[in-house]
């Protein structure tokens, strides 16, 4: 099974600053990782797929990136909105597997 | 548009059963994979399997072969996921999710499953 890490496991963020999320696999999954956004209470919505694609409707602030074993979730501006979990998933090999989650709280 | 709408909370007895059910609209039920997946309390996510919903052609991860059985019933364009011998660990929200284009866009609800005597 392919093991996703992420990091970090929590973050400390303020509005308007630039968070980078990180995610490696423990074998290579190609671009095949997309990453999800959480809040409490609701199903996790897709923001990217395919490793850079940026899914219908996400604001371009969100930007991933990577290939192989190493990705990176990028939001350029933190909005309050964006406070939530994230995950990545790969989905190159079966099972498909999630990472632990990176939580972004404010300072 | 898109919508995949589960049953509602359950709350079963240890060893005992529960089949969940997952209702998809807006789309050719047929065309694209349903997925499950399991997440416990505050903690993160795990893949359950897959269905082809037209063959019925089923994909499980190894953790969940013995524990949850996939099927579908085209005729309403229900997925259905059966959890067996619960136990504890089972306590969780399970989503049902539909692939497509490398990303599962669409989600349901998820429905709480509580094993309790």
């Known amino acids: 099974e392919t093991v996703m890490t992420q990091s970090p496991t929590s973050m400390s963020t303020s509005i308007g600053e630039r968070v980078t999320l990180n995610c490696k696999a423990s074998?290579?999954?190609?671009?095949?990782v997309d990453w999800y956004q959480q809040t409490p209470g609701q199903s996790p919505k897709l923001l990217i797929y395919g490793a850079s694609n940026r899914h219908t409707g996400v604001p371009d602030r969100f930007t991933g990136s990577g290939f192989g074993r190493d990705f990176t979730l990028t939001i350029s501006n933190m909005e309050a909105e964006d406070l939530a979990v994230y995950y990545c998933?790969?989905?190159?090999?079966?099972?498909?597997?999630f990472g632990a989650g990176t939580k972004l709280e404010l300072k | 548009q898109v919508n995949l709408l589960q049953s509602g909370a359950a709350l079963v007895k240890p060893g005992a059963s529960v089949k969940l059910s997952c209702k998809a609209s807006?789309?050719?039920?047929?065309?694209?994979?349903i997925h499950w997946v399991k997440q416990s309390h505050g903690k993160s996510l795990e893949w359950i399997g897959y269905?082809?919903?037209?063959?019925?052609?089923?994909n499980y991860n190894e953790k969940f072969k013995s524990k949850a059985t996939l099927t579908v019933d085209k005729s309403t364009n229900t997925a259905y996921m059966e959890l067996s011998r619960l136990t504890s660990e089972d306590s969780a929200t399970y989503y049902c999710?539909?692939?497509?284009?490398?990303?599962?866009?669409?989600w349901g609800q998820g429905v709480m499953v509580t094993v309790s005597s």
């Open positions: 998933l790969q989905y190159g090999s079966i099972p498909y597997t």
């Open positions: 807006g789309y050719t039920f047929t065309d694209y994979y």
């Open positions: 074998q290579s999954v190609g671009i095949n």
């Open positions: 999710t539909r692939f497509s284009y490398g990303g599962f866009p669409y």
């Open positions: 269905i082809n919903p037209n063959s019925g052609y089923t």
